[in-house]
Structures are given as C-alpha cells and as structure tokens.
C-alpha cells in the first residue's frame, strides 16, 4: 500500500495541499496517498479523527484551520518552532507511537521571502500586521535572520501586544503607524480573505521594498492594489509560503527536500 497523508480541517475542500504534495511525490518518483480530512469543529473530533489515521496507518498529516492550537496543546512532543508558534501544522508520527508536531509556516515565508523573492531580511525593518496563528507562527523564524526591528501591529491592540512581549519585539496600534517607514511590510491579517485592508496609514508602504501579503489568489490582492498604489516597490503574495511550508512538511515526513519554485508556478497556473 502507498504510504497516506492528509489534511485535518473545517472547512477543508479549498486545500491545495493534496495537488501540492502529488508534485513533490512526483520529484520524488514515489507514489502516495494525500487526501483532506473533514472534521467537525470541536477539539474531541479532531483528536479522534487523528487517532484514527495514524491508528490505521497513515505517514504524517497537515493541520489546517481552526486546529493549529488542539494539536499543539494534544501532540506526545513538539519542536522549538512549534512551542514558540503555540501552533503545529505538521504531525509526524514517532517509533513510540506519539506524534511529534512541527510547524512550518515560519520556514515556508522565510523561504518565499529570501530565497524566491531575493529579499535579504538581514537589518531590515519589517512590520507585521496581524496577531492570529498566522502570524504568532512567523515572528521567531523572521527574527533568526536578524531584522533591524519587527514592529506588530493588529486591529486589537492588546493582542499585537501580547505578541511582541512575548518575543521581546516592538508594538503598535494602526494609528501610529503614520509616518513610520519600513521596508518590509507583512499581511498576515485575514483581511483579505473577505477583500478588505487592515486601516493602516498609505504612507507606510512609501519606499518599501515589499509588500506581502500571506493570502494568496488568482489576481492581485486589496492589500497588494492598496500597497503598490502607495509607494510599495514590489508586491507578493502568500502562494510561495504555502508552497514552501508544505516543502518543509514533505521533508520532515520523507527525508526529501522537492524543488519549490516549479510547483509554485503549477499551483498558480491552475488558479487561474
Ligand atoms: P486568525 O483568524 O488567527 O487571525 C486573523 C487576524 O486578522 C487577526 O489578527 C485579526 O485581527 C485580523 N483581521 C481580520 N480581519 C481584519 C480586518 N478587516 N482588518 C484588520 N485586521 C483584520 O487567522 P490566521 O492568522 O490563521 O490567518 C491570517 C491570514 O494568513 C489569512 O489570510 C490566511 O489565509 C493566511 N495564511 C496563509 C498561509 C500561507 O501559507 N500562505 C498560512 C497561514 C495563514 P483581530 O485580532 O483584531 O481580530
């Protein structure tokens, strides 16, 4: 039988992580199984729901929406990464019988950002908008490659506060963020997902090098539109770290790195 893997979410039917993973098996030359996995909103479901795949067999998993934090606070052990995002997207199953978590998001926008974008992150400042999972999972590994400054920033102050506290970064509210300049600015709101932009002042995007937003689709975001018309120089979206955590999944499960890029160029091609 081909080893399986699959995606626990709710919803889930939108995953592009099933034809994401076929690619990289593809590079590989092995065959597998990645299927998404529907699970009722509730923490129970979802520790049954996982029992069972791995009970029956199954090679590693993803977690998606809303169960990032259940499978931290569930999983036998977790790494570092996963224990400073509070969140785990990856399960890989132990010899013992455990499951160990991991979380990749951090390293998939790392990639994106310096290895397909070019941008050198070293002694920049960036500015983080958002404090949900998303971007409780990308402040540590952003600070691996020694920025200048990470500034956070959300609709709920306190919440942009606890954050940065708790990584020992700087914070603030929208407001005060009118004229700062920095030179990388990161959209890990879910603003996106319903067309808006977080109410930041324009000219924060003035002089920047990039604006990224983590969403991802078949045309250019509101936020990239409202960056790129204020001054940002270049525009992203979160397409390369979603390709690049899964990247990072498929390594942790099989000891194979695939080649990013191609796959990124395939996925976009079938959005459109
Ligand atoms: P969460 O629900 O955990 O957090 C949502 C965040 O967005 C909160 O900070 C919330 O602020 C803020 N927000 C929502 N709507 C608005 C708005 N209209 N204006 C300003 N702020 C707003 O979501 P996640 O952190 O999991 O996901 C955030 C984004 O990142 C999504 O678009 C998601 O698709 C994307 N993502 C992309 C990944 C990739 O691989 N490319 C991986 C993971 C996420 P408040 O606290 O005030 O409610």
Redesign the pocket.
């Known amino acids: 039988m081909p080893p399986r893997y699959t995606v626990f979410g709710h919803p889930v039917a939108h995953s592009r992580s099933p034809d994401i993973h076929r690619c990289f098996a593809e590079q590989e030359g092995v065959g597998l199984v990645y299927t998404r996995t529907l699970v009722d909103k509730d923490k129970t479901a979802f520790v049954t729901a996982v029992k069972r795949f791995f009970d029956e067999g199954g090679s590693g998993a993803n977690v998606t ?1 809303p169960f990032k934090h259940d499978a931290f606070e569930w999983v036998q052990e977790c790494s570092e990464r996963a224990l400073a995002a509070l969140s785990v997207n990856t399960l890989i199953p132990l010899a013992n019988g455990g499951l160990r978590g991991d979380n990749t ?1 951090g390293a ?1 926008l790392v990639w994106d950002l310096s290895e397909n974008l070019n941008i050198c992150l070293n002694n920049k400042k960036i500015l983080l ?7 409780c999972g990308v402040v540590s590994p952003l600070l691996e490659r020694l920025p200048e400054s990470i500034t956070i920033a ?3 102050a306190a ?1 942009a506060r606890e954050l940065a506290q708790r990584f020992g970064v700087e914070y603030a509210d929208f407001g005060q963020l009118a004229q700062r300049r920095f030179d990388i600015v990161i959209n ?7 067309g ?1 932009v ?2 930041v002042p324009a000219d924060i995007f003035s002089g920047s090098l990039l604006a990224y937003d ?3 689709a078949d045309t250019e975001t509101a936020f990239m539109r409202f960056a790129r018309e204020n001054g940002a120089r270049q525009c992203a979206d ?2 390369g ?2 390709v690049g ?1 899964a990247a990072e999944s498929y390594r942790l499960w099989r000891g194979f790195s695939p080649d990013v890029r191609p796959v990124i160029e395939e996925v976009r091609q079938g959005m459109a």
């Open positions: 929406l998001d998939g908008l958002g404090a949900g999972g998303a971007a959300n609709r709920t919440k890990a709101t879910s603003g996106s997902v319903s808006e977080p109410a983590m969403y991802y979160g397409l770290m979603l955590q």
